[in-house]
């Protein structure tokens, strides 16, 4: 059974930095493009980023372009979203999630992911 468990959300000031994790367990993620997205009150979730879990590649939406950075390390299962310079507007529960898509189609809606984490609250006061 897949497994998503995201961690290290919280409380940060506006510029702040923050580091959420995600363990993937249950299976071989090998071909697997693992996504981050978010969701704040009264909004639909949206795509943050993606990385390739048998490659170099990923994605960002533009919104948090040259703030976010997705890395993975395979020997852990892990898959890190470092997100620096916070904003008010990155307020949101933020979702771990697994395709079984390839990066090459570039898995950027949330219908295409097929596992997803419980989610980890980010609130950014300014």
């Known amino acids: 059974q897949v497994q998503l468990v995201e961690s290290g959300g919280g409380l940060v000031q506006a510029g702040g930095s923050l580091r959420l994790a995600c363990a993937a367990s249950?299976?071989?993620?090998?071909?697997?493009?693992m996504g981050w997205f978010r969701q704040a009150p009264g909004k639909e979730r949206e795509f943050v980023a993606f990385v390739s879990w048998s490659g170099p590649h990923t994605n960002y939406a533009d919104s948090v372009k040259g703030r976010f950075t997705i890395s993975k390390d395979n020997a852990k299962n892990s898959v890190y979203l470092q997100m620096n310079s916070l904003e008010p507007e990155d307020t949101a529960v933020y979702y771990c999630?697994?395709?079984?898509?390839?990066?090459?189609?570039?898995?950027?809606?949330?219908?295409?992911?097929?596992?997803w984490g419980q989610g980890t609250q980010v609130t950014v006061s300014s």
């Open positions: 249950g299976r071989t993620f090998s071909g697997y493009t």
């Open positions: 999630a697994a395709t079984a898509r390839s990066s090459y189609y570039r898995p950027r809606g949330r219908y295409e992911y097929d596992y």
